[in-house]
């Protein structure tokens, strides 16, 4: 979708008599060499803005992707982005044209942040079914609703045990800071829930912070080590991510400091492009041994996850039930990323209304549906993606995405550069101080917290105690495809569209 | 996918190799813990024409009786015996002659025909053992220890793509050629690719199985004349994906692994004795293994006797 | 020196691991007799221990130790001292593919040859090979030195972004990233030094027959062109 962005000259060059007129986010505050503002030119992470006569002005419109970051930062409320109707003639949109003119100049494929972009069926597709007289509904100011989830109770002698279905997902230091992590990790433990080391090693602040940490265990195996797995709550075993399903993680070298090298043991400054499988996963036998390796390693403590990012998930779920997995992730095609080829992040890999229906119903065949926990991620937002995510047959959510948004990401999809405005995707120390961990915390606890409440409320429409408990006839589909990818009853038609 | 194993007795005489081969894939079965099978070759004793066949048959009045009247009108069945097995079916395995080889297909097919049977193979000069379940029961279950023959290639099964059940345990059989049998760990990706021509050169496909699709991909090429190692070095060139599988033939073993080495596979031999195996752990049970050598990506070994 | 032996015959792997953790609390030497090719013996064995595995051990032999000593007396099947950290694993025999995968530190010793992807994603430490090396030694190698007495197999360093790998044998490819550089004094000392250490007799005009295989750039698919070199 385009956008068209707009300066009023006059609201911006209003209250300039302020000290240091770039007060909002400013890294020079230094009121001799402000006189213009520059907020919007500086901060916009797509290169929308040129400077003629002193003045910024929005030129390249083609360029935006509607993060709204300088309308955000703009002290004087100057700005105003406004997405416009899409010009399309036939196949022929003004972004292809836009890409095509990039490729043949730059020669290469296109590197991004974030997830899909394009329409795909969503949680919002699906509505919950509200009680009645039939079956009553519970009420949320009365009366109680149970959050608490036990996962991983298969093998593992500690399982995991949250306060909330609602998990942190992996993220690692590299390709988000350190004032990121903390605040993730802290916004984590004031929930009562878990969150996610990544796969860039164990931050010690993070560790600090997080009462429940997940030590990921990814195809580059960087910072691990059997003290890293043995001072966690978990292992997850990374096989793939939604967002660029079937590669490896992709820390481009511009974020590669000397902390992050230091903490992954690999060179400043160089990419970090981990496997596209592990070198010793490569079939069904392996990832079984893997899990026994583990366990080994850990003496069979914690749980073991195995995440998946959505492909012929039927299949590699059951694998990794009767591998011995304790937990097992599917992430969806909409799931996100630090970076990642844009044709893979928009073209593989299945929704996830779909892969988790798909997950389930495998355990289910392989009678394993109660012994491994479900953890759903990809696009997941607010309390009704969760409730929605749990009646289709998770046991709990991933968020990513959208708990970096709670401490300000705008979703500009330049997580890659390294030069991320809100000092979350970022290792540069002035950009990083942007970023007030403390606050931050409590941002992403507040948040988790409301959709967790917003989560129950469903639940309790649905005329249940506990939010583990909805299910599938709980739903009911919006869409003819979100029926027939979900096998969930068509409003109004009270059965499944059925192939 | 899966544990994989063959063993050569190089002497060319009986040897208890039915013992020998259980032991080795009693020791992969942590590659696999779906089903078992075994190819032993050179121990059936067959007079020239003579097939032994294994039928699964449901367990259901009267079925086993329109099995063998099926059977009858196209061959007399000259001996049979009945296995008891698992999940409500029994094995029938019955002796018959037959006026050519290419016979062979038509009548299994026939037998196919009727509901709830399903012919497991049909062979001249091996004996096919698969089923589903741990190495050790089926190894009782089939008395497998008593086995004799010069060959034989086996295989543990982790499942992937395909259902498990007793059909698609492997090793798999075609019979473009007579007695070839295949086993594999792996996944082949350009499958349909791989398929597709066999078909149109009219070979049958019972299953969606990979290694249903390598079996009749070597057994078509030594039908065209290659020898083993050729056909071999032809599928690592043709065949996609991670895999290293076994071939077994009437008189040997070969092994192929893909260009890119992605599962493993390790041999050793001595005077008496030519292994091959998913690891080391299982040619440890028919020799000492000092000298263990890893096949190379995209190697291919035969050994014939 | 406090010696302790186990027999692990017909134990798991869960229960050996257990016996061998508590026992290295306690003695300095420990034998597992009858080892049998079995996997992930040692995993994850961080007490600064002697282990003599006597025969061959399986997959994953010694990975993430971090301060044992480790000597099999016979073979190693694939991944010996995956993910170490610190210490050694020194395998009389052969070994399988990915000898050494990510390790951090340490060293470990294979006497006769390896298979493929030897030293692949190690960050650091180092990896002796007395045999040849086979398909993609030092696949994406980010660090320490590989030492491979024989002959190196097909795209030898491919990827790699840093450290060295010093070859005796002939080089059969180099993959994508590797360039071939002869060896300097420094180099030659340091491996006379590592080699002498770990009882390899070399002649020392063999010495002069090292080449190594250096990266490239340390920014092959993302770098600008001019860090080429």
Not at chain 1, 269 to 282: E, F, K, N, Q, Y
């Given at each position: 979708m385009p956008f068209k962005v707009e300066r009023n000259r006059y609201l911006c060059r209003r209250n300039f008599d302020r000290p240091g007129c770039c007060w909002y986010m400013c890294d020079n505050r230094d009121e001799t060499l402000c006189q213009n503002c520059y907020s919007c030119y500086n901060n916009c992470p797509h290169h929308v803005y040129e400077i003629i006569d002193d003045e910024p002005y929005p030129v390249h419109h083609e360029n935006c992707v509607g993060c709204r970051i300088c309308e955000e930062m703009c002290p004087n409320n100057a700005i105003e982005v406004n997405a416009v109707p899409e010009d399309r003639r036939n196949v022929w949109s003004l972004a292809d044209l836009v890409e095509i003119n990039r490729m043949s100049t730059e020669g290469s494929y296109k590197v991004r942040g974030c997830g899909a972009t394009r329409v795909i069926p969503t949680f919002d597709d699906l509505t919950i079914v509200p009680a009645q007289v039939s079956r009553p509904p519970i009420d949320k100011y009365r009366e109680p609703c149970n959050t608490r989830v036990v996962l991983g109770s298969r093998y593992a002698e500690n399982p995991l045990v949250i306060d909330t279905p609602i998990m942190i997902a992996a993220m690692s230091f590299g390709a988000i800071s350190k004032e990121a992590k903390i605040a993730l990790a802290m916004g984590a433990s004031l929930a009562g829930t878990a969150t996610n080391t990544g796969e860039g090693g164990m931050l010690p602040e993070e560790r600090k912070y997080a009462s429940k940490l997940i030590a990921q265990y990814a195809s580059g195996r960087f910072g691990v080590s059997a003290e890293y797995l043995n001072n966690s709550e978990a292992i997850e075993i990374k096989i793939g991510q939604g967002a660029k399903s079937g590669m490896g993680g992709h820390l481009l070298g511009e974020k590669v400091t000397a902390d992050v090298s230091r903490i992954r043991m690999i060179p400043e400054?160089?990419?970090?492009?981990?496997?596209?499988?592990?070198?010793?996963?490569?079939g069904p036998e392996d990832l079984s041994m893997k899990i026994s390796q583990l366990r080994e390693i850990t003496d069979w403590k914690i749980p073991i996850m195995v995440k998946f990012t959505s492909g012929r998930v039927s299949d590699d779920v059951k694998i990794a039930a009767k591998a011995g997995a304790d937990i097992i992730v599917v992430d969806g095609m909409q799931g996100g990323t630090g970076a990642g080829p844009a044709v893979v992040t928009e073209h593989s890999g299945v929704p996830t209304i779909a892969a988790i229906v798909e997950a389930d119903e495998a355990l289910k065949q392989v009678n394993l549906r109660k012994d491994v926990s479900l953890v759903a991620a990809g696009g997941i937002r607010n309390g009704a993606d969760v409730a929605k995510a749990i009646a289709l047959g998770a046991d709990a959510v991933y968020i990513g995405t959208a708990a970096l948004v709670s401490i300000g990401c705008r979703v500009c999809q330049k997580c890659y550069a390294g030069t991320c405005r809100k000092g979350i995707a970022t290792q540069n120390p002035q950009l990083r101080r942007r970023l007030d961990y403390v606050e931050a915390g409590k941002r992403v606890a507040r948040y988790i917290e409301a959709m967790t409440e917003e989560a129950v409320m469903l639940t309790q429409q649905a005329g249940n105690t506990d939010v583990s408990k909805l299910e599938k006839d709980d739903l009911r589909a919006l869409t003819v495809e979100a029926s027939a990818y979900t096998g969930v009853k068509l409003a109004g038609l009270e059965s499944p569209i059925k192939y | 996918m899966c544990g994989i194993a063959g063993v050569v007795y190089k002497d060319k005489k009986l040897h208890p190799v039915g013992a020998a081969l259980t032991k080795m894939l009693d020791a992969l079965q942590h590659r696999g813990p779906d089903s078992a099978g075994f190819a032993i070759y050179g121990g059936l004793g067959l007079e020239e024409n003579e097939y032994l066949l294994n039928i699964e048959v449901k367990e259901k009045a009267g079925l086993l009786e329109a099995v063998k009247s099926t059977v009858n009108t196209v061959t007399p069945i000259k001996s049979e015996e009945v296995i008891p097995s698992v999940e409500n079916s029994i094995i029938y395995r019955c002796k018959i002659a037959l006026k050519s080889f290419a016979a062979l297909k038509p009548l299994i097919m026939e037998i196919d025909k009727i509901d709830d049977v399903i012919v497991l193979n049909g062979a001249h000069s091996f004996e096919m053992i698969k089923d589903v379940g741990l190495v050790k029961d089926i190894a009782a279950r089939y008395d497998t220890a008593s086995k004799m023959g010069t060959h034989a290639i086996g295989h543990t099964r982790f499942s992937t793509e395909s259902i498990v059940d007793r059909y698609h345990a492997h090793p798999f059989q075609s019979y473009i050629i007579p007695d070839i049998t295949v086993v594999h760990n792996g996944q082949i990706t350009n499958y349909w690719k791989i398929r597709d021509p066999l078909e149109r050169k009219g070979h049958i496909f019972e299953t969606n199985n990979d290694t249903e699709c390598i079996v009749h991909y070597i057994a078509d090429k030594l039908s065209e004349g290659y020898k083993l190692e050729e056909a071999l070095e032809e599928s690592v060139k043709d065949m996609d994906g991670p895999f290293s599988y076994i071939v077994g033939t009437p008189n040997g073993v070969g092994i192929a692994k893909d260009q890119l080495g992605l599962r493993p596979g390790v041999m050793a031999e001595n005077d008496e004795v030519f292994a091959i195996a998913s690891e080391e752990v299982s040619l440890r049970e028919v020799m000492d293994t000092h000298n263990v050598e890893q096949i190379a990506p995209g190697e291919t070994r035969a050994y014939t006797i | 020196m406090k010696e302790f032996e186990i027999d692990?015959?017909?134990?798991?792997p869960r229960e050996i691991n257990k016996a061998i953790k508590e026992a290295a609390k306690e003695y300095d030497r420990i034998t597992v007799k009858n080892p049998n090719a079995m996997h992930y013996l040692a995993a994850g064995l961080t007490e600064p221990v002697e282990l003599v595995i006597d025969g061959s051990a399986g997959y994953f032999a010694g990975t993430m130790v971090h301060g044992a000593k480790i000597h099999i007396t016979e073979n190693a099947g694939w991944f010996p001292a995956d993910n170490m950290t610190d210490g050694e694993v020194i395998v009389d025999g052969s070994a399988g593919d990915g000898v050494g995968q990510g390790i951090y530190g340490g060293t470990v010793v294979v006497r006769k040859d390896v298979g493929s992807r030897t030293g692949e994603i190690m960050k650091n430490g180092t990896i002796i090979a007395g045999g040849s090396s086979g398909f993609m030694t030092g696949l994406f190698m980010m660090g320490g030195r590989i030492v491979v007495l024989g002959d190196i197999s097909e795209d030898a360093g491919e990827s790699i972004i840093r450290g060295v790998i010093y070859v005796l044998g002939n080089i059969k490819s180099l993959g994508k990233n590797a360039k071939v550089e002869d060896v300097d004094e420094d180099d030659k000392k340091e491996l006379k030094e590592l080699l002498t250490k770990y009882e390899f007799d070399l002649e020392d005009n063999k010495y002069n027959e090292f080449k190594k295989i250096v990266p490239r750039s340390n920014r092959p698919f993302y770098g600008k062109k001019s860090e080429e070199g």
């Open positions: 400054g160089t990419d970090a492009l981990s496997p596209a499988r592990h070198m010793d996963i490569v | - | 692990v015959n017909h134990k798991t």
